[in-house]
């Protein structure tokens, strides 16, 4: 069964502590892999789309990276304003061909 | 350029009424895709759609849902004879070309709460 795993569930970073969001999944073909950000009371909005291990892509202090396995979003020297859930999403080369959603981490940036 | 259009924002519905929720996808897009969420727990495919047809409902429960994508309009999700375990959040997200661009825009969501 195909399926999307992030970790961990939740993360509370000072300002300007870096740290690492995980994404591992499991799928029969990655079509590709996707990373959005959610408000509270929002629909998530696109950061992110990887398609092949070993791509990367940058936005601000955003870094999300892809491997066979996993994909990483690493924050660099985080601000109050990127508190918020991230949410790893893969779409498969299945028949499916669906948007399989992980439960998402919530980060906390203190000021 | 409007965004996903979702409405209403925060539907209250007592047990056994029906549920209507729209969507008006991006201008432009032609594929419509209803999830739902619980909290603190990911976004749950439900139905995807494009105009006049149902392409892949595997995540609808078989009974009381319904969802229509039709030529003119939003699209609707309809939830009939609501129960309490229906309460959630509701998405919708468009996308122009499901084969060249898979990334999907969404909607705030409507709030639907069952008493």
């Known amino acids: 069964e195909d399926q999307v795993t992030q970790s961990p569930e939740a993360l509370r970073l000072q300002e300007g502590e870096s740290s690492s969001l995980n994404c591992s999944y499991t799928?029969?073909?990655?079509?590709?892999l996707f990373w959005y950000r959610q408000d509270p009371g929002k629909g998530p909005e696109f950061l992110f789309t990887?398609?092949?291990a070993g791509e990367e892509k940058e936005k601000e202090r955003l870094k999300a990276t892809l491997t066979k396995k996993e994909s990483f979003l690493h924050i660099t020297a985080p601000k109050p304003e990127d508190s918020a859930t991230y949410l790893c999403?893969?779409?498969?080369?299945?028949?499916?061909?669906?948007?399989?959603f992980g439960k998402g981490t919530r980060l906390h940036i203190l000021p | 350029n409007a965004g996903v259009m979702q409405n209403p924002r925060h539907l209250v519905r007592r047990r056994g009424q029906e549920a209507r929720l729209r969507c008006s996808p991006m201008?432009?897009?032609?594929?419509v895709y209803w999830y739902r969420q619980l909290p603190e727990e990911g976004l749950k495919f439900m139905v995807y759609?494009?105009?006049?047809?149902?392409?892949?409902e595997s995540g609808m429960p078989k009974e009381r849902f319904s969802a229509e994508f039709p030529k003119e309009g939003p699209s609707i999700l309809r939830i009939q004879q609501v129960v309490r375990g229906d309460s959630a959040a509701y998405f919708c997200?468009?996308?122009?070309?499901?084969?060249?661009?898979?990334?999907?825009?969404f909607g705030s969501g409507t709030q639907l709460s069952v008493l």
């Open positions: 997200a468009s996308s122009g070309n499901r084969a060249t661009n898979e990334k999907l825009f």
């Open positions: 799928v029969s073909g990655l079509r590709g």
């Open positions: 990887l398609y092949s």
């Open positions: 999403a893969v779409r498969t080369l299945n028949r499916d061909d669906k948007i399989i």
């Open positions: 201008k432009g897009h032609s594929h």
């Open positions: 759609l494009q105009k006049e047809n149902i392409i892949d």
